[in-house]
């Protein structure tokens, strides 16, 4: 099996969002749902679904339907790879429809960093992700594979996380990988050039 890498969204900077999602068998247990702004993962598996980044806001139902499309069982997990609005538009909503094992709404996870930015940001509380780490990494096991989050300070912002599914060998990377323009750096939310270097190295640590 062949890692395979999802990154930023197909889409020139400033370039509204498809008025459509599109689903993608990535492999494995991955989905990718792209139009929503930002990509959006998808794991499926036996214990539920698991959703990296939400998309925008104007998108947030027609995310939530395709991701039913795919799975009907209960949304447990959501992880922000990054603070910025067009991937973290649909957290109240998807959170609020799925459910975790105690019957809360699904729990979003991101670095420390990431609620800080969405707080000064003035975004509702409902929309902050309140399972945070602030180690250079962190793991959990869910739908019978080990999933893997690393921290990228201070790249495309001080909050940045690749999430790594092990078993399906997909790499997610935000908005620091990118195909289609040079690198967006957000010097506003303390990102940078060195930063942002790291983290191509550390894709290539990844996959090599």
Known sequence: MFLALVGAALLLQGQAPSDEIKTFHVQGNVYMLVGAGGNIAVQTGDEG??????????????????????????????????????????????????????????????????PTRMTEASRPITEVPLNTFFEETRDFYFNGEAIFLYHIPRAHTDGDVFVYFRGSDVLVAGDIFVTTTYPVIDAKYDGGVAGFVDGLNKILDITV
């Open 49 to 114: 679904v698991l959703v990296v980044d939400t998309g925008v806001a104007t998108m947030r139902d027609k995310v939530l339907a395709a991701i039913r499309q795919l799975s009907t069982k209960p949304i447990r997990w959501m992880i922000n790879t990054h603070a910025h609005p067009d991937h973290t538009g649909g957290n109240e909503t998807i959170s609020q429809a799925g459910m975790t094992v105690n019957g809360n709404p699904a729990a979003i996870i991101a670095h420390e960093n990431v």
